[in-house]
């Protein structure tokens, strides 16, 4: 799976966008709706925020607001009452004293508020109060929802065990999270993990600031460090790791969390305390807002701030609802609810219950049969094509919001390509209501629900493992000048190793920076030592002259800035933590021939076939057959592939031999085909600094064997 974010047409849309909507708001009076305590401001817009809503206390501050997952309800309290919003009207008031944090359950049906020693639980459609309870000996100061919405944990201002896990529907006794040693007087945040296994807690425990618990045995995992006070939390959507905002405008982010211990290292980009984070719906970015003003957006592929949104007031404290793109400032007597812009393309979400290791839920029942699944995003969902035909796309029932319990504003999705019998190839495109776009090929069969291929071993012999093969195509960048043949290249060279070869394929089209490293980890987690790993990658490449150094370019590289090229070294080091016995990188690019040494390198051998081929899968390989070398190449021959493509497939195809290396193959199939057919000249070569042990990647025909 692999998502792509549409190139510059997508940028352009979306800041006419913004100008059209700056134009409309200036020349155009909103309805202002007043609220029981206050009133609501116009909307404004500053620096891509826009303002949807201002609320005023008329007595007091507003000490707390949140807004619910879907994005449809939002919730202030003031000294005296709880207030909710539904966009349009103020749907319920309740009568609550110093309710100082408000948190919606995860399907938005249920409110919950911490008081002075209580919780209040209120029932958001029906405007009415659930039920209240005493829940601590002093003020309620941080509170979470499991992600099914089963449990409440709360955490208080000491007195009393400072953590509790409530069963909301049993209304039992709560679980109670213990210490070895006095706690500090604060629980700050509380925070559930995606799937509900961990619980993290933050308190102003100058020993371990972070705890993160195991919610079925209560066991936890302290977190050392002395860099500042936490402020708020946010797991990542893979809850492979924590990110902590602290009050000294640093973010720690929190890795093995499912071992003995949490490792931690530092983002740096804020001037004062961090009080909101949280990541983006697909994680392609992570946000923290501050007291200094500042909203940050970092990219998670490689930790580095990409957009900094300046806030009017600083020094105010904020609260992100990132699965929605909503964003709350506090103020003295009021609070602001934004909306954020929003970046990247929707999510195409699976049912994990059909295939746990992929994230989209395929039905193909029949020929002709229906494609199904699930789009969400911060901003809404516009349109979804399949194979370039408009599929069908049904908003949930409260029902399905329940059960599903999903943040984000999704949708299904649902339509019938033509397909025939046997294989075929599925191009799902989802558009957000900003255009971006999100794009998944599902190479499916009838009657079946895979679609990253997975076909019988090409081989039986022992110790040999499975081939795998990423398979990447990049035809449209957002800021380089596009280019025509490598999403049908890679196509037609992942149908050959998959039919012919019995490779299990993954296609990464107009792969980001992410998609590409990402799937490289994806992979060094996955092989085992006796697996092969074959890397095809047609796209843009550049070789800077003065630090001569080769990079590949994703399709989210800029013109003059780096820092999303992928540099050969990146790639190199990435395979060397790769623990498969063979690894062959195929690459279509200018300048792909930097990745290897410059001497030759002679693979043949005057022993017997079969021990020759013995020798050669004993020894591990890193070797790469490049389309050229230090020059340009040509990206269309006039048949729809490049010149380098053209003769790698047909050489696949044609080859006699039914068990070959990567060297003989390049020999006798590709390096006079291709010198002959353009003034490029393709190289063959071992990896400079990878681990090559002078082995070589063995092709086999689906079905064969060595004997």
Same mark, same amino acid.
């Given at each position: 799976m692999y998502f792509q974010r549409k190139g510059a047409n997508m940028r352009k849309i979306y800041s006419i966008m913004d100008l059209i909507i700056i134009t409309i708001l200036i020349n155009c009076i909103i309805q202002i709706v007043l609220s029981p305590e206050g009133k609501a401001e116009n909307y404004t817009v500053s620096q891509n925020l826009l303002e949807i809503?201002?609320?005023? !206390?008329?007595?007091?501050?507003i000490k707390a607001i949140a807004t619910s997952h879907d994005g449809r309800y939002t919730a202030f309290s003031t000294s005296s009452q709880v207030s909710i919003w539904d966009g349009k009207n103020f749907i319920a008031i309740f009568e609550a004293n110093q309710v100082n944090t408000l948190l919606f359950s995860n399907d938005g049906k249920t409110l919950a508020g911490g008081g002075y020693r209580y919780i209040y639980l209120w029932d958001?459609?029906?405007? *009415?109060?659930?039920?209240?309870? *005493?829940?601590?000996?002093?003020?309620?100061?941080?509170?979470?929802? %499991? /992600?099914?919405?089963?449990?409440?944990?709360?955490? %208080?201002?000491?007195?009393?065990?400072?953590v509790k896990i409530w069963d909301i529907e049993s209304q039992k006794s709560p679980r109670i999270l213990r210490w070895d040693y006095p706690y500090s007087e604060q629980v700050l945040s509380l925070v559930y993990s995606p799937d509900g296994t961990l619980l993290a807690s933050?308190?102003?425990?100058?020993?371990?600031?972070?705890?993160?618990?195991?919610? *079925?045995?209560?066991?936890?995992?302290?977190?050392?460090?002395?860099?500042?006070?936490?402020?708020?939390?946010?797991?990542?959507?893979?809850?492979?790791? =924590?990110?902590?905002?602290?009050?000294?405008?640093?973010?720690?982010?929190?890795?093995?969390?499912?071992?003995?211990?949490?490792?931690f290292?530092?983002?740096?980009?804020?001037?004062?305390?961090i009080t909101g984070i949280g990541f983006t719906l697909n994680g392609n970015y992570f946000i923290s807002g501050g007291l200094d003003g500042n909203?940050?957006?970092?990219?998670? %592929?490689?930790?580095?701030?990409?957009?900094? =949104? *300046?806030? /009017?007031?600083?020094?105010? /404290?904020?609260?992100? %609802?990132?699965?929605?793109?909503? =964003? !709350?400032?506090?103020?003295?007597?009021? !609070?602001?609810?934004? @909306?954020?812009?929003?970046? @990247?393309?929707?999510?195409?979400?699976?049912?994990?219950?059909?295939?746990?290791?992929?994230?989209?839920?395929?039905? !193909?029942?029949?020929?002709?049969?229906?494609i199904k699944g699930i789009v969400n995003d911060e901003s809404g969902i516009k349109q979804v094509l399949i194979n370039g035909i408009e599929a069908q796309i049904i908003p949930p029932s409260q029902e399905d919001i329940s059960a599903r319990r999903i943040g984000g504003k999704w949708s299904f999705f649902s339509g019938s390509p033509e397909m025939q019998i046997n294989e075929n190839m599925i191009e799902v495109a989802a558009y957000d209501n900003y255009n971006n776009k999100t794009v998944e090929f599902?190479?499916?069969?009838?009657?079946?629900?895979?679609?990253?291929?997975?076909?019988?071993? @090409?081989?039986?012999?022992?110790?040999?493992?499975r081939n795998y093969a990423v398979v990447i195509g990049n035809n449209d960048y957002k800021h380089l000048s596009d280019l025509e043949t490598p999403l049908n290249d890679s196509r037609e060279v992942e149908k050959v190793l998959r039919e012919e070869y019995g490779f299990e394929t993954k296609i990464l089209a107009n792969a980001t920076r992410k998609d590409i490293l990402g799937s490289l980890n994806e992979f060094r987690k996955r092989l085992t030592e006796n697996d092969n790993l074959l890397i095809y990658y047609a796209g843009h490449g550049h070789f800077d002259e003065e630090t001569k150094m080769a990079y590949w370019l994703p399709v989210d590289a800029e013109q003059e800035n780096d820092t999303d090229w992928i540099k050969v070294n990146d790639i190199t080091n990435n395979i060397m933590k790769i623990s498969s016995k063979h690894i062959l990188i195929v690459a279509d690019s200018c300048y792909s021939?930097?990745?290897?040494?410059?001497?030759?390198?002679?693979?043949? @051998?005057?022993?017997?076939?079969?021990?020759?081929?013995?020798? =050669?899968?004993?020894?591990?390989?890193?070797?790469?057959?490049?389309?050229g070398g230090n020059e340009p190449v040509a990206d269309n021959e006039g048949n729809g592939h490049s010149v380098f493509a053209n003769v790698f497939i047909r050489a696949l195809r044609d080859i006699e031999d039914q068990v070959f290396t990567a060297d003989e193959l390049f020999i006798k199939k590709i390096k006079e085909s291709v010198g002959g057919r353009s003034s490029q000249m393709p190289e063959y070569n071992f990896i400079q600094n990878s681990g090559h042990d002078n082995g070589d990647f063995i092709f086999t025909r689906a079905g064969m064997r060595i004997k």
């Open positions: 809503k201002r609320f005023n !206390a008329d007595k007091g501050k958001v459609s029906k405007g *009415k109060e659930i039920r209240s309870f *005493k829940a601590h000996e002093n003020i309620v100061t941080a509170l979470a929802f %499991s /992600p099914d919405g089963h449990t409440l944990a709360s955490g %208080s201002k000491g007195g009393d065990p400072v933050a308190s102003l425990d100058q020993k371990t600031p972070v705890r993160i618990w195991n919610t *079925k045995t209560l066991n936890a995992i302290p977190v050392s460090f002395q860099n500042g006070a936490v402020r708020d939390m946010a797991f990542s959507p893979d809850g492979e790791f =924590l990110m902590a905002g602290l009050d000294n405008g640093v973010v720690m982010k929190i890795a093995y969390l499912r071992s003995d211990s949490g490792r290292s530092i983002l740096k980009g804020h001037t004062d305390a909203v940050i957006y970092w990219d998670t %592929s490689n930790w580095k701030s990409t957009k900094i =949104l *300046k806030l /009017p007031d600083a020094g105010n /404290p904020l609260i992100l %609802s990132t699965d929605v793109g909503r =964003l !709350a400032q506090i103020g003295r007597k009021d !609070a602001t609810l934004y @909306s954020l812009p929003d970046y @990247s393309g929707p999510q195409i979400s699976i049912d994990k219950t059909r295939d746990k290791t992929r994230d989209l839920n395929i039905s !193909a029942v029949s020929a002709g049969g229906v599902i190479s499916i069969e009838t009657g079946r629900t895979d679609y990253e291929t997975k076909t019988k071993p @090409s081989h039986d012999i022992p110790g040999f493992g021939g930097q990745m290897t040494r410059s001497v030759d390198v002679n693979l043949r @051998s005057n022993e017997s076939r079969e021990r020759y081929l013995n020798r =050669l899968f004993d020894r591990k390989s890193r070797t790469l057959i490049a389309s």
